[in-house]
T-cell receptor
Protein backbone atom coordinates (compact mmCIF):
# COMPACT_ATOMS: atom_id res chain seq x y z
CA UNK A 1 0.00 0.00 0.00
CA UNK A 2 0.94 3.64 -0.30
CA UNK A 3 0.77 4.51 3.37
CA UNK A 4 1.74 3.22 6.78
CA UNK A 5 -0.47 0.37 7.87
CA UNK A 6 -1.02 -1.01 11.34
CA UNK A 7 -2.70 -4.12 12.60
CA UNK A 8 -4.89 -4.88 14.32
CA UNK A 9 -6.93 -1.69 14.29
CA UNK A 10 -8.46 -2.66 17.61
CA UNK A 11 -7.29 -5.06 20.27
CA UNK A 12 -9.06 -5.98 23.46
CA UNK A 13 -7.14 -8.10 25.91
CA UNK A 14 -7.25 -9.18 29.50
CA UNK A 15 -4.90 -7.87 32.12
CA UNK A 16 -1.76 -9.99 32.28
CA UNK A 17 -1.85 -11.17 28.67
CA UNK A 18 0.83 -10.35 26.10
CA UNK A 19 -0.03 -8.43 22.93
CA UNK A 20 1.77 -7.78 19.66
CA UNK A 21 1.09 -4.76 17.50
CA UNK A 22 2.32 -4.62 13.94
CA UNK A 23 3.45 -1.76 11.75
CA UNK A 24 4.18 -1.83 8.03
CA UNK A 25 6.00 1.37 7.10
CA UNK A 26 6.08 3.01 3.72
CA UNK A 27 8.42 1.07 1.45
CA UNK A 28 11.91 2.54 1.45
CA UNK A 29 11.46 4.58 4.61
CA UNK A 30 14.48 4.04 6.79
CA UNK A 31 13.12 5.47 10.02
CA UNK A 32 10.27 4.02 12.04
CA UNK A 33 8.73 5.35 15.22
CA UNK A 34 6.26 4.10 17.79
CA UNK A 35 4.18 6.49 19.87
CA UNK A 36 1.49 6.06 22.48
CA UNK A 37 -1.49 8.34 22.75
CA UNK A 38 -3.52 7.91 25.89
CA UNK A 39 -6.99 9.39 26.24
CA UNK A 40 -6.67 13.14 26.51
CA UNK A 41 -2.90 12.98 26.33
CA UNK A 42 -0.38 13.98 23.72
CA UNK A 43 1.93 11.79 21.74
CA UNK A 44 4.33 9.89 23.94
CA UNK A 45 7.46 8.78 22.14
CA UNK A 46 8.25 5.11 22.70
CA UNK A 47 10.98 3.92 20.37
CA UNK A 48 12.75 4.91 17.17
CA UNK A 49 14.50 2.73 14.59
CA UNK A 50 16.87 4.19 12.02
CA UNK A 51 18.27 1.81 9.44
CA UNK A 52 20.62 -0.72 10.99
CA UNK A 53 21.54 1.46 13.93
CA UNK A 54 20.70 0.48 17.47
CA UNK A 55 17.17 1.69 18.25
CA UNK A 56 16.51 4.58 20.58
CA UNK A 57 14.50 2.91 23.34
CA UNK A 58 14.54 5.86 25.68
CA UNK A 59 10.77 6.29 25.59
CA UNK A 60 9.73 2.76 26.54
CA UNK A 61 7.86 3.10 29.85
CA UNK A 62 8.91 -0.22 31.36
CA UNK A 63 10.68 -3.47 30.58
CA UNK A 64 7.32 -4.98 29.68
CA UNK A 65 7.55 -3.04 26.43
CA UNK A 66 9.81 -4.11 23.59
CA UNK A 67 9.96 -3.66 19.86
CA UNK A 68 11.82 -5.08 16.95
CA UNK A 69 12.17 -4.27 13.32
CA UNK A 70 12.92 -7.14 11.01
CA UNK A 71 14.80 -6.63 7.77
CA UNK A 72 14.58 -2.89 8.15
CA UNK A 73 10.90 -2.94 7.34
CA UNK A 74 8.06 -4.36 9.42
CA UNK A 75 8.07 -3.61 13.12
CA UNK A 76 6.36 -5.32 16.02
CA UNK A 77 5.68 -3.68 19.37
CA UNK A 78 5.21 -6.22 22.14
CA UNK A 79 3.66 -5.51 25.50
CA UNK A 80 4.03 -8.28 28.05
CA UNK A 81 1.78 -8.80 31.05
CA UNK A 82 -0.50 -5.97 30.00
CA UNK A 83 -1.90 -3.59 32.61
CA UNK A 84 -4.98 -1.41 32.42
CA UNK A 85 -2.81 1.69 32.16
CA UNK A 86 -1.45 0.33 28.89
CA UNK A 87 -4.82 1.06 27.28
CA UNK A 88 -4.16 3.65 24.60
CA UNK A 89 -3.84 4.18 20.87
CA UNK A 90 -0.47 3.05 19.61
CA UNK A 91 0.71 4.97 16.58
CA UNK A 92 3.43 4.04 14.15
CA UNK A 93 5.11 6.47 11.79
CA UNK A 94 7.83 6.22 9.18
CA UNK A 95 10.02 8.73 7.43
CA UNK A 96 12.68 8.91 4.78
CA UNK A 97 16.07 10.09 5.90
CA UNK A 98 16.88 13.57 4.67
CA UNK A 99 13.31 14.26 3.67
CA UNK A 100 12.86 17.05 6.17
CA UNK A 101 12.01 14.46 8.75
CA UNK A 102 8.34 14.47 7.75
CA UNK A 103 6.71 11.51 9.44
CA UNK A 104 3.83 9.67 7.89
CA UNK A 105 1.50 8.16 10.43
CA UNK A 106 -0.50 5.00 10.40
CA UNK A 107 -4.10 4.86 11.62
CA UNK A 108 -3.08 3.41 14.96
CA UNK A 109 -4.04 0.40 17.03
CA UNK A 110 -6.47 1.01 19.84
CA UNK A 111 -5.54 -1.25 22.73
CA UNK A 112 -8.00 -1.87 25.53
CA UNK A 113 -6.87 -3.84 28.56
CA UNK A 114 -9.74 -5.12 30.68
CA UNK B 1 17.63 15.53 22.67
CA UNK B 2 15.38 18.27 21.40
CA UNK B 3 12.08 18.97 23.11
CA UNK B 4 8.94 20.96 22.50
CA UNK B 5 6.38 22.58 24.76
CA UNK B 6 2.83 23.51 23.93
CA UNK B 7 1.72 25.67 26.84
CA UNK B 8 -2.00 25.57 26.08
CA UNK B 9 -3.76 22.27 26.64
CA UNK B 10 -7.14 23.51 25.42
CA UNK B 11 -8.22 26.62 23.53
CA UNK B 12 -11.73 27.70 22.60
CA UNK B 13 -12.37 30.27 19.88
CA UNK B 14 -15.46 31.46 18.09
CA UNK B 15 -15.95 30.61 14.47
CA UNK B 16 -14.51 33.40 12.34
CA UNK B 17 -12.12 34.57 15.02
CA UNK B 18 -8.37 34.47 14.65
CA UNK B 19 -6.29 31.71 16.17
CA UNK B 20 -2.78 31.40 17.52
CA UNK B 21 -1.44 28.18 19.01
CA UNK B 22 1.84 28.42 20.85
CA UNK B 23 4.86 26.19 20.48
CA UNK B 24 8.26 26.55 22.11
CA UNK B 25 11.18 24.30 21.35
CA UNK B 26 14.53 23.47 22.83
CA UNK B 27 17.39 22.67 20.49
CA UNK B 28 20.95 23.88 20.17
CA UNK B 29 20.84 24.79 16.50
CA UNK B 30 18.24 25.57 13.87
CA UNK B 31 15.71 22.78 14.09
CA UNK B 32 13.19 21.36 11.72
CA UNK B 33 9.73 22.36 12.94
CA UNK B 34 6.34 20.92 12.16
CA UNK B 35 2.69 21.30 12.94
CA UNK B 36 0.39 18.30 12.67
CA UNK B 37 -3.38 18.14 13.08
CA UNK B 38 -5.40 15.21 14.33
CA UNK B 39 -9.11 15.50 13.66
CA UNK B 40 -11.51 13.36 15.69
CA UNK B 41 -11.19 9.75 14.62
CA UNK B 42 -8.52 10.60 12.07
CA UNK B 43 -4.80 10.07 11.80
CA UNK B 44 -2.22 12.81 12.06
CA UNK B 45 -1.88 15.07 9.05
CA UNK B 46 1.00 17.43 8.36
CA UNK B 47 -0.11 21.08 8.22
CA UNK B 48 3.22 22.74 7.53
CA UNK B 49 6.93 22.48 8.13
CA UNK B 50 9.95 24.74 8.45
CA UNK B 51 13.56 23.82 7.81
CA UNK B 52 15.27 27.00 6.55
CA UNK B 53 14.72 30.23 4.65
CA UNK B 54 11.66 32.39 5.04
CA UNK B 55 10.59 32.28 8.66
CA UNK B 56 6.90 32.59 7.78
CA UNK B 57 5.65 29.28 6.48
CA UNK B 58 2.36 28.70 4.72
CA UNK B 59 0.54 25.44 5.13
CA UNK B 60 -2.64 23.72 4.13
CA UNK B 61 -6.13 24.74 5.19
CA UNK B 62 -5.15 28.41 5.50
CA UNK B 63 -2.69 27.92 8.36
CA UNK B 64 0.66 29.62 8.71
CA UNK B 65 3.42 29.53 11.28
CA UNK B 66 6.30 31.81 12.07
CA UNK B 67 9.72 30.68 13.26
CA UNK B 68 11.21 33.11 15.78
CA UNK B 69 14.72 32.05 16.72
CA UNK B 70 15.07 34.68 19.45
CA UNK B 71 12.01 33.28 21.21
CA UNK B 72 12.55 29.62 20.31
CA UNK B 73 8.99 29.61 19.08
CA UNK B 74 6.99 28.33 16.13
CA UNK B 75 3.45 29.52 16.70
CA UNK B 76 0.62 28.43 14.45
CA UNK B 77 -1.88 31.01 13.21
CA UNK B 78 -5.04 31.24 11.21
CA UNK B 79 -6.86 34.50 10.52
CA UNK B 80 -10.37 33.08 10.56
CA UNK B 81 -11.23 29.77 12.16
CA UNK B 82 -13.81 27.43 10.68
CA UNK B 83 -15.86 24.90 12.65
CA UNK B 84 -14.02 22.12 10.80
CA UNK B 85 -10.75 23.26 12.38
CA UNK B 86 -11.79 21.76 15.70
CA UNK B 87 -9.09 19.17 16.33
CA UNK B 88 -5.94 18.39 18.27
CA UNK B 89 -2.83 20.21 17.10
CA UNK B 90 0.69 18.95 17.67
CA UNK B 91 3.92 20.84 17.28
CA UNK B 92 7.06 18.79 16.64
CA UNK B 93 10.78 19.48 16.47
CA UNK B 94 13.38 17.49 14.61
CA UNK B 95 17.12 17.72 14.22
CA UNK B 96 18.45 18.25 10.68
CA UNK B 97 19.65 15.03 9.04
CA UNK B 98 18.43 13.09 11.99
CA UNK B 99 15.05 11.46 12.04
CA UNK B 100 14.71 11.77 15.76
CA UNK B 101 11.68 13.97 16.29
CA UNK B 102 9.82 15.01 19.41
CA UNK B 103 6.17 16.01 19.70
CA UNK B 104 4.50 18.37 22.10
CA UNK B 105 1.61 17.26 24.26
CA UNK B 106 -0.87 18.87 21.89
CA UNK B 107 -3.44 21.65 22.05
CA UNK B 108 -7.09 20.79 21.70
CA UNK B 109 -9.02 23.40 19.74
CA UNK B 110 -12.74 23.85 20.25
CA UNK B 111 -14.63 26.13 17.88
CA UNK B 112 -17.79 27.80 19.14
CA UNK B 113 -20.56 28.58 16.66
Amino acid sequence: GAGVSQSPSNKVTEKGKDVELRCDPISGHTALYWYRQSLGQGLEFLIYFQGNSAPDKSGLPSDRFSAERTGGSVSTLTIQRTQQEDSAVYLCASSLLRDLNEQFFGPGTRLTVL
Amino acid sequence: AQSVTQPDIHITVSEGASLELRCNYSYGATPYLFWYVQSPGQGLQLLLKYFSGDTLVQGIKGFEAEFKRSQSSFNLRKPSVHWSDAAEYFCAVGAPFNNDMRFGAGTRLTVKP
